[in-house]
Structure formats: structure tokens, C-alpha cells
């Protein structure tokens, strides 16, 4: 088999939407492309919540994030999205300009970069090389 599995977008909650608009065009530098609402019948038979909920649509034609918008909790665990980026002393600039503090952890000699959102959704974050 030689097909090829593609990332298409990564879904988010957020629960504030002005925040998720910093982060992801502030900071990912992503445009807004699409603002749309699930109806709450959609919402129920796919996530099993009573809402209507409104998504936003970050996307640049490569990294397409969806953000729902809603006033549920969340608990994180484990989960991570990794993100690659060109420049990694401008990314941690804008993030620090909007008042995100980025994580330096070491692994071994290598230093890895991760970044929490304003939601509490955690980034790898990669320099291209």
C-alpha cells in the first residue's frame, strides 16, 4: 500500500475567543479563514453535548486549527499538538509580547521547546531545520 495519511486540522476547545485569536494569529502568525456554528443536533451525535457551539478556522493552506468555542471544562493529560516553526527566538518574542511564557525542558543535550496556550492546550514546538 503506498497511500499517505495527511493531517488535515487539529480541533481545540477554548473558552475564551478573544485569547484563542491572540494565540493563534498573534503568536502561530495563522489567519482567521472561516467562522462557522455546529448545530447543537451535530454537536450531540458526534461529541455528546447539548450545544450549539461556534468554530473558528485558523488556517494558512499548510496547519489548519479548528477552535471551538465553548464554556465546557477540560483535563489534560498527555495530549499535545507539535508544531514546527522557522524562526524559534522570534516565536518565543511573540510570546512573550502576549504574555506567554515559553517551557525550555531538557532531554539528554538536547533542549525542547513547549508552549502552553491561553486555554491550557500544551505545543511542541520544532525549529525547521
Known amino acids: 500500500m503506498n497511500e ?3 493531517l488535515r486540522h487539529v480541533a481545540l476547545q477554548y ?5 484563542a485569536e491572540i ?3 498573534k503568536i502561530l502568525e495563522l489567519p482567521l479563514k472561516k467562522t462557522f456554528t455546529l448545530p447543537r443536533e451535530l454537536v450531540r451525535d458526534i461529541f455528546g453535548i447539548e450545544e450549539d457551539v461556534l468554530v473558528d478556522v485558523y488556517d494558512n493552506g499548510k496547519t489548519c486549527f479548528e477552535i471551538f468555542i465553548t464554556n465546557k471544562s477540560t483535563k ?3 495530549e499535545h499538538t507539535c508544531i514546527e516553526i522557522r524562526n524559534k ?3 518565543i518574542k511573540r510570546c512573550r509580547k502576549n504574555n506567554i511564557e ?3 525542558v ?3 543535550e538536547k533542549i525542547l521547546l513547549f508552549v502552553k496556550d491561553y486555554a491550557g492546550n500544551l505545543f511542541e514546538v520544532k525549529e525547521k531545520t
Open 4 to 6: 499517505e495519511t495527511i
Open 15 to 19: 473558552n475564551d475567543r478573544k485569547q
Open 23 to 25: 494565540f493563534f494569529t
Open 76 to 78: 489534560y493529560v498527555y
Open 89 to 91: 527566538e522570534e516565536f
Open 102 to 104: 515559553p517551557m525550555s
Open 106 to 108: 531538557k532531554k539528554g
